[in-house]
């Protein structure tokens, strides 16, 4: 018996990654598996791999930044299996890698998009749900937060100060 045996998972993110490895891990320790991601190729892989290797798992495309997406997804996940016990908010974006004086505006806003209203979507529309949500952070968005001043949260599981 594994850790989520007989529950359902969604995994945003799941086309590669850490988000890929966290489904397979998933299905792994007993879970049914909804792999979502924005891009359909590589989630389809994730799920691919998952039955190919005797798990149960679907593709879900979504975009976590519209709301419309975060509530059709969630549908699939129970118009699938009838049910939904856990998610792990894995989509997120590195964006440009350069001097914050060398970063335009749209780019500061699609990183923002993404990992912070993504996350904040898929929290607020299944958190109500007896459902446990569980966020991924990067150290290094944690610790770019940080160095700016917008975290203040050292004593969080997720602060990974290296």
């Known amino acids: 018996m594994g850790l989520v045996s007989g529950k359902v998972a969604l995994v945003t993110g799941a086309g590669g990654g850490i ?3 966290t489904a397979l891990k998933f299905v792994e320790e007993g879970a049914k598996v ?33 709301s419309a997406d975060v509530k059709a997804l969630i549908a699939t996940v129970v118009d699938t299996y009838g049910r939904f016990d856990c ?6 974006i590195e964006g440009k890698i350069a001097a914050i004086a060398e970063q335009s505006e749209d780019d ?14 898929m929290t607020a529309l299944t958190g109500n749900n007896n459902i446990v949500v569980v966020p991924v952070h990067s150290g290094i968005g944690l610790r770019l937060g940080a160095n700016l001043g917008w975290l203040k949260f050292t004593d969080s599981p997720t602060w990974n100060p290296f």
């Open 19 to 21: 988000g890929r490895a």
């Open 34 to 66: 909804i792999a979502s991601d924005v891009n359909s190729d590589e989630g389809n892989e994730t799920a691919a791999l998952i039955t190919q290797n005797g798990g149960d798992a679907v593709f879900a495309r979504a975009d976590v930044t519209r």
């Open 87 to 92: 998610a792990c908010n894995n989509a997120g």
């Open 108 to 121: 500061f806003d699609r990183v923002m998009s993404v990992n912070a209203k993504g996350n904040f979507g």
